[in-house]
């Protein structure tokens, strides 16, 4: 008997597996905001990839330079070797990003995903300042490999390295202990660094996400930011930004911190750098601070030049205005919508997280955002939980995805919610009875 597509990955694919375990469906074409599985379901995508395809699928300006870049014999494969495709990249991303942001950084490309990113980060830190720990923030994710492992919060994917996760010490993010502005995690921290008896050495870095993804959407305050920079100026210790899944315009502009008129001195970015999902990350350093040896971190595949051309094209959202301009509007009818849901549906005693293209509610039912997820890809919208109970469903639609695509994302989450509200209600009749 002919075993089809799910049955073959079920069997011959690691345990490891979890997205097909979310969306158990075969997915056979993707454009813009929408999937389409080989039944010819359709599907709205508000996943994006977890943030790698801010820009949708199979963006039509990318793929016609992609295409014509391979049947030209384009270089595939030069690691840091001397490329056009390279070069040009590199020229766009100062001329459109940089230098209109008064922004001065170095460009390394430290291999292809956002853990490598991270890594060469706290490598260099480490390196530059002669310090070995680094903190870090309750509920952050910064990657897999055990440099950034050892900086990450959850309790899951830590006692997954296996061994003990050390030289990093975790502080509490802004509002970790609650809502309210009753405790300032920041005096707190400071006096860590204050007390020669704390424990805590002063650091290498702090590397934080002004919004957690992963972490459950938790978004800090511009303040709280700025607070956090001048104690980093104060003490000598590097501010390392991890932008990998909130920025390239995910929460509003390109870089998530720049609300917040700060300039960090490492940036970590990966995901959506590379405009179509292909794999680039960009370590953005401080010209003060790149004392790499030649060679001292390298990668087979740092020089990825297929995501180079696609990359170079995805800046020309950027060139116009209009387009930033574009995100920040829809984002306030999302911040809208998920408030109105929250206010039409206090049976799911939820509340509004995270900022930009990345909010989401909070629940404080056990498995309502989970069921909420579910009930959503049956409805054909796909969408993910974050946060260490999953008690987050979160809006991740491209950023440049079109109004009626937003509009019917947001009726088919509303209809999860009431499902949702209903099964709910059911099981605790069945149960009482």
Same mark, same amino acid.
């Given at each position: 008997?002919?075993?089809?597509?799910?049955?073959?990955?079920? %069997? &011959?694919?690691?345990?490891?597996?979890?997205?097909?375990?979310?969306?158990?469906?075969?997915?056979?074409?993707?454009?813009?905001?929408?999937?389409?599985?080989?039944?010819?379901?359709?599907?709205?995508?508000?996943?994006?990839?977890?943030?790698?395809?801010?820009?949708?699928?199979?963006?039509?300006?990318?793929?016609?330079? +992609?295409?014509?870049?391979?049947? =030209?014999?384009?270089?595939?494969?030069?690691?840091?070797?001397?490329? %056009?495709?390279?070069?040009?990249?590199?020229?766009?991303?100062?001329?459109?990003?940089?230098?209109?942001?008064?922004?001065?950084?170095?460009?390394?490309?430290?291999?292809?995903?956002?853990?490598?990113?991270?890594?060469?980060?706290?490598?260099?830190?480490?390196?530059?300042?002669?310090?070995? #720990?680094?903190?870090?923030?309750?509920?952050?994710?910064?990657?897999?490999?055990?440099?950034?492992?050892?900086?990450?919060?959850?309790?899951?994917?830590?006692?997954?390295?296996?061994?003990?996760?050390?030289?990093?010490?975790?502080?509490?993010?802004?509002?970790?202990?609650?809502?309210?502005?009753?405790?300032?995690?920041?005096?707190? +921290? %400071?006096?860590?660094?204050?007390?020669?008896?704390?424990?805590?050495?002063?650091?290498?870095?702090?590397?934080?996400?002004?919004?957690?993804?992963?972490?459950?959407?938790?978004?800090?305050?511009?303040?709280?930011?700025?607070?956090?920079?001048?104690?980093?100026?104060?003490?000598?210790?590097?501010?390392?930004?991890?932008?990998?899944?909130?920025?390239?315009?995910?929460?509003?502009?390109?870089?998530?911190?720049?609300?917040?008129?700060?300039?960090?001195?490492?940036?970590?970015?990966?995901?959506?750098?590379?405009?179509?999902?292909?794999?680039?990350?960009?370590?953005?350093?401080?010209?003060?601070?790149?004392?790499?040896?030649?060679?001292?971190?390298?990668?087979?595949?740092?020089?990825?030049? &297929?995501?180079?051309?696609?990359?170079?094209?995805?800046?020309?959202?950027?060139?116009?205005?209009?387009?930033?301009?574009?995100?920040?509007?829809?984002?306030?009818?999302?911040?809208?919508?998920?408030?109105?849901?929250?206010?039409?549906?206090?049976?799911?005693?939820?509340?509004?997280?995270?900022?930009?293209?990345?909010?989401?509610?909070?629940?404080?039912?056990?498995?309502?955002? #989970?069921?909420?997820?579910?009930?959503?890809?049956? &409805?054909?919208?796909?969408?993910?939980?974050?946060?260490?109970?999953?008690?987050?469903?979160?809006?991740?639609?491209?950023?440049?995805?079109? %109004?009626?695509?937003? #509009?019917?994302?947001? #009726?088919?989450?509303?209809?999860?919610?009431? =499902?949702?509200?209903?099964?709910?209600?059911?099981?605790?009749?069945?149960?009482?009875?």
């Amino acid at each position: 008997m002919t075993k089809n597509h799910l049955e073959i990955i079920e %069997e &011959h694919e690691s345990c490891v597996r979890s997205y097909v375990r979310s969306f158990p469906t075969v997915f056979t074409q993707a454009r813009g905001y929408k999937m389409w599985n080989e039944d010819g379901k359709e599907y709205i995508d508000f996943f994006s990839g977890a943030g790698a395809l801010n820009y949708g699928h199979n963006e039509p300006n990318m793929k016609k330079k +992609l295409v014509e870049y391979i049947l =030209d014999d384009g270089i595939t494969h030069s690691l840091d070797k001397a490329t %056009e495709a390279k070069s040009e990249f590199l020229h766009k991303f100062h001329e459109v990003i940089l230098q209109p942001r008064n922004l001065d950084y170095k460009v390394m490309f430290p291999g292809p995903t956002g853990t490598n990113t991270v890594e060469s980060a706290l490598k260099l830190a480490r390196k530059v300042t002669g310090r070995t #720990e680094v903190i870090s923030f309750t509920n952050g994710f910064h990657g897999m490999t055990i440099g950034a492992l050892s900086v990450t919060g959850n309790s899951m994917k830590r006692k997954g390295a296996g061994i003990p996760l050390n030289h990093s010490v975790t502080m509490p993010y802004d509002q970790f202990v609650n809502e309210s502005d009753e405790m300032d995690t920041l005096a707190y +921290l %400071e006096r860590f660094l204050d007390d020669n008896g704390s424990g805590v050495s002063i650091p290498a870095a702090i590397i934080l996400e002004t919004v957690q993804g992963e972490g459950g959407l938790n978004a800090a305050r511009f303040e709280w930011l700025n607070k956090l920079d001048a104690i980093c100026k104060k003490w000598g210790i590097l501010l390392i930004i991890d932008d990998v899944q909130a920025g390239v315009g995910r929460t509003g502009t390109f870089f998530s911190f720049e609300p917040a008129n700060i300039k960090p001195d490492i940036v970590c970015l990966s995901k959506s750098i590379g405009g179509y999902g292909l794999p680039l990350a960009l370590t953005l350093i401080n010209p003060e601070l790149d004392k790499w040896k030649p060679g001292e971190h390298n990668g087979t595949f740092r020089g990825n030049n &297929h995501a180079f051309i696609t990359a170079t094209e995805a800046l020309s959202y950027w060139e116009d205005p209009k387009f930033e301009k574009s995100i920040q509007d829809k984002a306030v009818k999302i911040t809208d919508f998920l408030t109105n849901m929250v206010e039409k549906y206090p049976e799911m005693k939820g509340f509004v997280k995270g900022r930009g293209f990345m909010q989401g509610i909070s629940s404080d039912i056990d498995g309502f955002s #989970e069921k909420v997820c579910e009930n959503a890809f049956n &409805h054909g919208l796909i969408m993910e939980t974050a946060g260490g109970h999953d008690q987050v469903f979160k809006l991740f639609p491209a950023i440049n995805i079109a %109004e009626e695509g937003l #509009e019917k994302g947001f #009726e088919l989450i509303e209809r999860s919610i009431k =499902d949702t509200i209903k099964q709910m209600k059911l099981e605790k009749e069945t149960v009482t009875n």
